[in-house]
């Protein structure tokens, strides 16, 4: 299994990106810039997860980069739910509504490891509530919950890279120190 299926923000991004297209499909006209711009987003949060963790092995600076713009994209697409809310005079539900309160439970039911099979697919598929209002609530639900989750992984990232260095400078040490050998 690919090593980043077992992030909790990837599993979460890959929950907002498959109900994210459902949402689209089903609500925002198929010949809007706001589905091409929410897919968009949707994918770009999803996939720079996974390049940013990819790459934070040989640069950290590239994988600080790119959770960040993953966070962008999901703040996007965050307000794009917002968006769809307000112009259609539905209700966005505070974070101490008892319904957000089971979209958490439910989101974390989904991502949690148990529900991911060997191969790191998630057994138990995510599901719209099945109305505009419920459905954009709980994708907007998600993004707040991932875009939390990018905000930790950067400022761990970071605090890394401040302790540790970046592979350029381990390199040089250790090319200055097989020099300082060879004298």
């Known amino acids: 299994?690919?090593?980043?299926?077992?992030?909790?923000?990837?599993?979460?991004?890959?929950?907002?990106?498959?109900?994210g297209y459902e949402f689209v499909k089903k609500y925002i006209d198929y010949k809007s810039r706001t589905k091409d711009q929410l897919e968009q987003a949707l994918r770009s949060g999803k996939q720079n997860i996974v390049e940013g963790v990819s790459v934070g092995f040989t640069s950290k600076s590239s994988e600080i980069k790119l959770l960040g713009v993953s966070k962008g994209s999901f703040e996007e697409a965050q307000s794009d739910f917002?968006?769809?809310?307000?112009?259609?005079?539905?209700?966005?539900?505070?974070?101490?509504?008892?319904?957000?309160?089971?979209?958490?439970?439910?989101?974390?039911?989904?991502s949690n490891l148990n529900n991911l099979s060997s191969l790191g697919y998630l057994i138990e598929k995510p599901k719209l509530p099945g109305n505009p209002q419920?459905?954009?609530?709980?994708?907007?639900?998600?993004?707040?919950?991932?875009?939390?989750?990018?905000?930790?992984?950067?400022?761990?990232?970071?605090?890394?890279?401040?302790k540790e260095g970046g592979i350029s400078e381990k390199l040089?040490?250790?090319r200055i120190k097989y020099l300082k050998s060879l004298k």
């Open 82 to 110: 917002e968006d769809y809310l307000r112009v259609n005079n539905l209700e966005t539900y505070l974070k101490t509504d008892p319904k957000v309160t089971k979209f958490r439970q439910q989101a974390y039911q989904l």
């Open 172 to 174: 040089r040490a250790d």
């Open 134 to 162: 419920d459905d954009a609530n709980f994708l907007l639900t998600l993004c707040h919950i991932v875009t939390f989750l990018l905000d930790k992984q950067i400022k761990a990232s970071i605090a890394k890279f401040e």
């Open 1 to 19: 299994m690919n090593p980043v299926k077992k992030l909790l923000s990837y599993r979460y991004a890959e929950i907002i990106f498959d109900l």
